[in-house]
């Protein structure tokens, strides 16, 4: 099938090049976003594959629908960026990836965790500065910590995993709940009590309207004064605003994050050069407790491989006329 690929950096083309070589797709790679504006670029392609910053509203699908595309293929889990009920109208599947990188999502928020609570961040910069000295440096032992996990899914379980290993205590909130979990010694709490409790609380849900500003000023009244807060998972999970409050006031202790409400703004981008406009994000980056990756938690080696080889499944599936599993309609939720 003739697919043309946005969003693609040298490391998307490489795996997805790689995987294609026994389908022998014809791909043709585009570095902008998916949005009205280039769309025109797919024209005549029957397929379309996008990420996660790709725009495909209502107005995209049409000008896609209308030059003959007929298939939205998603690299990655998160569908909140495509109108389905659009694409139902137009006659346009759309699929996606469920699960690529739960393990790297997980390690990446352990990562978070260590470098926060050592100041590995802080410390990395004086020792090449040639400042040995331990002030501000002062860290805690994980082990019999409590880290509170809301969302036990996926991720979720497996951070309760590595965390088990270093001896914590795990608090968890999910609206189902996982046996994994509780063989794991884990106990299913309220959210107060989480909250209450929690030397580390860590954010792994899917973003929904119940979910938006989970962690808000009245989620910070109630937490353990200097928390560490770890959000992996969607960056509206957080109202930045609030935890900046917390922040300042320190009763946010510690706070890592891979994802920001406006990252679509920034991440991914080289603008090392550019004047960022985001007065929100740029306070962030002055606490010497804020710890913050471009939505990176994903990015293992293992993860691309996942999503390219599912990619073309669920293209072959499409293309053959085969129900396919990952296929994602108007009526499922986020
Ligand atoms: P999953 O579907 O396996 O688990 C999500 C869990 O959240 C489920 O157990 C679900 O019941 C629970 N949940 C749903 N609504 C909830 C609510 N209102 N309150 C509490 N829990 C709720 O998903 P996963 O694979 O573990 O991924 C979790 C999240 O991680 C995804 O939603 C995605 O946003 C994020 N993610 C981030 C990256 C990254 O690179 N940073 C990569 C992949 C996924």
Redo the contacts with the bound molecule.
């Keep these: 099938m003739k697919v043309a690929v946005f969003s693609t950096k040298v490391y998307d083309r490489k795996f997805l090049s790689d995987a294609n070589s026994p389908t022998q797709h014809e791909l043709v790679f585009f570095e902008p976003r998916l949005n009205r504006d280039t769309a025109i670029l797919a024209a005549g392609f029957p397929a379309v594959c996008v990420f996660v910053h790709d725009q495909v509203d209502a107005p995209t699908l049409e000008l896609l629908a209308s030059r003959g595309t007929r298939l939205v293929v998603l690299r990655c ?2 569908f909140n960026n495509v109108d389905l009920q659009a694409a139902a109208d137009l006659g346009i599947t759309v699929v996606r990836v469920p ?1 690529y ?2 393990y790297g ?1 997980a390690e990446h928020a352990v990562g978070l965790i260590l470098s926060l609570n050592r100041k590995i961040h802080r410390a990395y910069n004086r020792v090449r500065e040639g400042n040995f000295s331990l002030d501000g440096l002062l860290g805690f032992n994980l082990h019999e910590r409590t880290v509170g996990i ?7 379980l497996i951070l309760g995993q590595i965390m088990k290993g270093f001896g914590c205590h795990i608090l968890a ?4 709940r ?1 046996p994994e979990l509780e063989a794991l010694g884990g106990k299913y709490v309220e959210l107060p009590e989480l909250f209450a409790n929690s030397d580390i609380i860590s954010l ?5 309207p ?2 938006h500003h989970l962690i808000n000023a009245e989620a910070i009244e109630q937490i353990k004064p200097g928390v560490m807060l770890i959000n ?3 960056g509206a999970l957080i109202d930045t605003q609030a935890v900046i409050e917390g922040l300042k006031s320190g009763k946010i202790g510690y706070l890592g994050v ?2 920001y409400e406006q990252e679509s703004e920034l991440f991914f981008e080289d603008l090392s050069g550019a004047i960022i406009q985001d007065d929100i994000f740029q306070r962030l980056t002055t606490f010497p407790n804020v710890l913050i990756t471009g ?1 990176q ?2 990015f293992t080696a293992e993860a691309l491989h996942n999503i390219a080889e599912t990619t073309f499944a669920n293209i072959a599936d499409i293309e053959q006329g085969r129900p396919c599993a990952n296929e994602i309609r108007a009526q499922v939720s986020a």
Aim: negative net charge; hydrophobic residues 30%.
């Design positions: 889990a998160g699960a990188s739960p999502v809301v969302g036990t899914g996926k991720i979720g909130y999910d609206v189902y996982n792994h849900c899917p973003l929904t119940e979910t992996t998972s969607r891979d994802v939505h938690a994903f």
